[in-house]
């Protein structure tokens, strides 16, 4: 990776070397902690779109919603406000439910499946972007989603009357259908959510509970590999549109290099970060029968609406992904 790397920054320059001298500076905002993985990623990404082009574009990465809350990224970027910025897919899944084509229960549950489907997903999810004045520049999976909560859990009976925190129209539904209460909490603010009582339990990675020691409140883990949401790394098509074509080539491929690099991160991730949770005193494990069969369920209603709400273009994508 590291001959790579630098074999791409040297391409970078010796194309830059033909651009215009004219210097932009490009704020992205992201959601996530910067030591998260994706945080990582992106600010390699930025360094190397800096480097490459030889300043003619400097992204400056504001990880942690320090810029704008996770919420408000995609807004910021279609109105121009910020040029770049980095989101959960399915965080957009109330706009058009193609969105949440990464978070249907245990339809791609490992990440050669998730690869599949994103194949198939793509070209429908370019173009609802192009639509909107946005242009994909790359896009990074999580690792398998767990439950987290603060007490033993077998069954989805036991899930009854949690406060289960919220991302995306999934897991909003998860919650209605498994009687818990959802509550929306950005990644920013999981911890003092945690800590507060506002929430007691969530869907998510390893990575995720890693990074906010979630440990310092909730006790256990349950490896349900649910769904691989993805982040995404988008820019305004003015912008886009509007910069040299040098400075296109580098951040092109600037951005393969984070895309290849996003997924290694993201596999490598996983056992580290169930050590990790380990590591801080939680307990990690597989779900009983019990409660996977209770989840499939659910599953499958969750998979017949999001068909129903994504029409003819959701079809295609599931048609697609199980072609492959």
């Given at each position: 990776m590291k001959l790579l790397m630098n074999t791409l920054t040297g391409l970078a320059c010796a194309t830059a070397l033909t651009a215009p001298a004219m210097a932009e500076t490009w704020d992205m905002p992201m959601a996530y902690s910067a030591s998260n993985f994706h945080?990582?990623?992106?600010?390699?990404?930025?360094?190397?779109?800096?480097?490459?082009?030889?300043?003619?574009?400097?992204?400056?990465?504001?990880?942690?919603?320090?810029?704008?809350?996770?919420?408000?990224?995609?807004?910021?970027?279609?109105?121009?406000?910020?040029?770049?910025?980095?989101?959960?897919?399915?965080?957009?899944?109330?706009e058009n439910a193609v969105f949440g084509f990464d978070s249907i229960p245990f339809l791609s549950p490992s990440f050669d499946d998730h690869a599949k489907l994103w194949d198939a997903a793509k070209p429908?999810?370019?173009?609802?972007l192009s639509e909107q004045n946005l242009t994909l520049l790359y896009s990074v999976p999580w690792p398998p989603q767990g439950l987290y909560f603060k007490k033993e859990v077998n069954s989805v009976e036991d899930m009854k009357g949690v406060k289960f925190r919220s991302y995306n129209n999934a897991t909003a539904r998860l919650a209605e259908l498994t009687g818990m209460a959802?509550?929306?909490?950005?990644?920013?603010?999981?911890?003092q959510a945690f800590a507060t009582g506002v929430a007691e339990s969530m869907i998510s990675s390893g990575a995720t509970g890693y990074d906010q020691k979630v440990w310092e409140s909730l006790t256990h883990f349950y490896q349900v590999d649910a769904w691989l949401p993805r982040n995404y790394i988008m820019v305004n098509s003015d912008t886009w549109n509007g910069t040299s074509d040098a400075s296109k080539a580098?951040?092109?491929?600037?951005?393969?290099?984070?895309?290849?690099?996003?997924?290694?991160?993201?596999?490598?991730?996983?056992?580290?970060?169930?050590?990790?949770?380990?590591?801080?005193?939680?307990?990690?494990?597989p779900a009983s029968e019990e409660l996977?069969?209770?989840l499939?369920?659910?599953?499958?209603?969750m998979t017949a609406e999001w068909l129903e709400?994504?029409?003819?273009?959701?079809?295609?994508?599931?048609?697609a992904y199980k072609a492959e």
């Open positions: 945080s990582a990623t992106g600010a390699e990404f930025a360094k190397c779109v800096t480097t490459g082009t030889m300043g003619e574009v400097e992204i400056v990465t504001h990880p942690g919603g320090s810029l704008f809350a996770g919420a408000d990224i995609k807004r910021a970027i279609q109105t121009g406000q910020v040029p770049i910025g980095e989101r959960l897919l399915s965080g957009h899944a109330n429908e999810i370019e173009k609802v959802p509550v929306t909490i950005e990644a920013a603010e999981l911890s580098v951040i092109t491929g600037c951005a393969e290099l984070a895309e290849y690099a996003g997924l290694y991160r993201a596999k490598e991730y996983t056992n580290f970060t169930y050590d990790g949770l380990r590591a801080g005193g939680m307990t990690v494990q996977m069969s209770g499939r369920a659910v599953g499958d209603t709400q994504a029409g003819d273009a959701g079809k295609a994508i599931i048609d």
